[in-house]
């Protein structure tokens, strides 16, 4: 929930110091919200976008929280949208350290979760303080909803992995369905639907994000591939990369034997052999693949996905074909009694 709070206006950049984390705007009733929330079985994610006034943030900032906890708001998201804290401190200064220390260990002790936008560069502080369960610190998603170049390439989501993602996770905030953007045509997600379910693989974050709106989610069987997939891992594994052309993860989920594959590849088209060995011996799988369709393109068809299942065991190699700028996304669902290697 974002822009929910006093001092959050048209003139948020400028007017820091006026915003206020515990008096929301007259038309958000976040007990009213809350409330409806806790009965729908949804928790909420708080947001606090500070304008890098962190002298007004931390003079709130215990209050802040304890408001959230009245409410059964557990997570977090911090925000510094500007090029200096206070007008003179750098984000990856001391003095910004320190305050992102500080923050975190607050949170802790108020038993609040936080995702950190706008911060100070990865350091594995989250091995700490693993409250801290990602933070942005990459050029995500967002940058494709104004970026004057178009966006990200697709050969973007092929490096990020093997140089920001080994700094520890990444808020990257995929999850694109619909890829006309009327606020700014010139910029666009350079992808396709079956890349964006990819991603969920592909970039690590305890603490993921689906981007679009609801109604471009609605009856869509692709959605399926992001409500099964976990944000918890047990093993990681990288069996084919070539970094800036595409690259192919599997994970597999800490809370059962499912595996999942997620591949992406730059604009060239690219169809590789994965053998899954990965898999354990001797079981049967069914491989739920979400594919890039007939004609599909990032650029001009990123719609067309196909969704097949197949039973797969650790003798087999999966064919992955990925249009351009497009992906692959599997889950390989165990069956119920799975052995344990």
Known sequence: VEGWNVGWDGEWTKNTDLIRFTEPYPDFDIEAVAGYAAQKGVEL?????TGADTKNYE??????????KKYGVDYVK???VNVLMDGKELHDSQYGVRHYRRVIETAARCGMMIDNH???M???????WPNLMTQEGVRGQEYNAWSPDGGNPPEHTTVVPFLRGLAGPMDYTFGTFRFDNPVSPFARVQST??????????????????SDLPENYRGHKAFDFIRDVPTDWERT??????????????????SSEDWYLGAVTDEEPRTVGVPLTFLAPGVTYTAQIYADGEGADWKTNPYAVDYEERPVTAADTLTVSMASGGGCAVRFAAPEKTPIR
């Open 45 to 49: 994610i708080g947001h606090h976008e």
């Open 118 to 120: 706008e911060p100070v």
């Open 78 to 80: 911090t925000g510094y």
């Open 237 to 254: 594994l990288v069996p084919q990369a070539a970094i800036g052309d595409y690259a192919v993860f599997v994970r597999q989920d800490r």
């Open 193 to 210: 639907i079956a890349r964006e379910l990819a991603h969920y693989v592909v970039i690590y974050s305890p603490l993921q994000m689906a």
């Open 122 to 128: 990865p350091t594995g502080i989250e091995r700490t």
């Open 59 to 68: 003079a709130q900032l215990e209050e802040a929280f304890a408001f959230y």
